[in-house]
């Protein structure tokens, strides 16, 4: 069995001005150039991503099937490159009988016509010579298909990407959309995409609900304990450096070669030919009595410093932990809060390169990853789903202090969207989050009901009210 990569190695076929000029034409394509154009951002992502597919194009061609007659073609024409002039000249017949269904065989055959007369030897190698032109014809037509077809996967691939990109990129806007272009790798998402779209407008008609999803992502920062940090800091200053090139003050005489600071003295030397020998011999070795003079010129340099400063850890903002209460109370406008504060969260969670997890709450516990491997349709998903159900938080809690506990989730914010109309949590539920909080770690509440039980919201460190009763409603519409 004869494959395609030691094919082009034996025919010395080199693939790589091939995938250089795929790679060419899938930038310069205009649907690239257009969404580049529009949003800038993504341009590293796509290079990357190009980069990568022509960098696996070469083992990807290796791997294409060879059709069984150009392989026994190609053992043919081994056999025949080993046979002496006189050889292939009494085999030239039988060997046209094997190459009658090759594409190669009406040349061959003109051609053992036309060097019928010639030299034996000149006409063996110019029949391999052609032979080998018509076998890298057919790899290289081979290849050359296969890159077409991947040129057109690679295409259609990017042009799915790039539009689901475009279309969160503008509901999501992450300030680093990396991430957001890591998330569109998966598969077309399943659903009606337009739900983003919706609880973007959503979140504009609703401001309140944008700032309290700020104000908790910046609840880290605000409420992590400064550090006494000792850094080593460059300061550049200007010092006075003794020089004497500086002729400021005559603070003696000395011996050098200086002429515009001899001693008038040292001239008399020069005025008797047998003396001027001694002059130049003295100028040459730095032995001529000069003036010395001595001065202050300024100077640039750093110098390092130690600075004590208080500031915030590096690794402040942990991970979101979004639990929702999915009762039958929470469905309609409180339905759509919850997941609107959800999508600015995710928001927030892009741009800051930060883990978002929402967890949904009933009589069970249901998880999405919106920032895992498959957020994006994870995201929707979520968005599409119905609340309805009871209230248990007792579980949704416990579940949330078994994530806190993992190194990854170190430093997390953990937020509870409910209208906490519920049963208190129990005494060593309470006391477990207490303990975690020792670590770092946060509770958070946003209260969608005036009617919430405040013995209920007493163990979290911070407790947003959003109203969202029809009066409620109203009253923010009038502000």
């Known amino acids: 069995m004869v494959d395609l990569e030691t094919l082009s190695q034996l025919l010395a076929i080199n693939e790589t001005q091939m995938v250089q000029d795929l790679v060419s034409t899938v930038m310069s394509s205009p649907q690239i150039s257009q969404f580049m154009h529009e949003h800038p951002l ?23 099937p060879v059709p069984d007659d150009l392989q026994q073609e190609y053992i043919l024409f081994l056999e025949t490159q080993g046979l002496s002039p006189e050889q292939f000249s009494k085999q030239s017949t039988r060997l046209l009988v094997q190459l ?29 010579q052609k032979w080998r032109e018509h076998l890298v014809s057919r790899v290289l037509s081979l290849e050359i298909d296969f890159a077409e077809q991947e ?13 689901i990109a475009g279309e969160l990129d503008e509901t999501l806007a992450p300030q680093h959309p990396g991430k957001l272009w890591d998330l569109t790798a998966t598969h077309m998402l399943q659903g009606n995409s337009a739900l983003f779209r919706h609880y973007a407008s959503f979140l504009v008609n609703n401001p309140e609900l944008k700032k309290i999803a700020d104000a908790l992502g910046r609840a880290a920062t605000q409420d992590s304990s400064a550090e006494e940090q000792i850094t080593q800091v460059e300061t550049p200053e200007w010092k006075y450096v003794q020089q004497e090139q500086v002729p400021d003050d005559l603070v003696g005489v000395h011996q050098s070669n200086e002429l515009n600071r001899l001693i008038s003295s040292e001239t008399v030397l020069l005025t008797e030919p047998e003396l001027e020998t001694v002059f130049y011999k003295q100028l040459a070795e730095r032995r001529l009595l000069n003036y010395q003079f001595m001065g202050q010129s300024k100077s640039l340099e750093t110098t390092l410093s130690e600075r004590r400063v208080f500031g915030e850890t590096e690794d402040t903002k942990g991970p979101f932990i979004v639990c929702i209460d999915t009762s039958g109370s929470m469905s309609g406008y ?25 967890l949904l709450f009933s009589t069970d516990v249901v998880t999405y990853e919106l920032t895992g491997p498959d957020g994006l349709q994870e995201a929707l998903n979520f968005l599409s789903c119905s609340f309805k159900g009871g209230t248990d938080l007792e579980p949704c809690m416990h579940q949330v202090m078994n994530y806190m506990q993992q190194a990854q989730f170190r430093n997390a914010d953990a937020v509870v969207l409910s209208d906490f109309i519920a049963q208190r949590l129990s005494p060593e539920t309470e006391q477990q989050a207490y303990r975690i909080k020792q670590n770092g770690n946060r509770f958070n509440a946003v209260s969608l009901s005036r009617h919430g039980k405040p013995a209920l919201m007493k163990i979290f460190d911070n407790v947003w009210k959003f109203d969202t ?8 519409k009038v502000r």
Not at 470 to 476: Q, V, W
């Open 151 to 163: 040129r057109e996967r690679m295409l259609q691939e990017l042009e799915l990407r790039m539009q």
């Open 334 to 358: 409180p339905e759509d809060c919850a997941k609107g504060f959800c999508f600015a969260l995710l928001q927030i969670a892009l741009s800051e390169q930060r883990h978002c997890v929402i």
């Open 100 to 128: 009658q269904h090759s594409d190669f065989h009406t040349d061959a055959q003109n051609l053992l016509l036309s060097l019928g007369q010639s030299n034996l030897l000149n006409r063996k190698q110019l029949f391999i």
């Open 469 to 476: 009763s029809l009066s409620g409603r109203m009253l923010r």
């Open 42 to 64: 993504f341009f590293k992502n796509i290079q990357e991503h190009v980069q990568q597919w022509s960098q696996a194009m070469p083992a990807q061609m290796k791997s294409i």
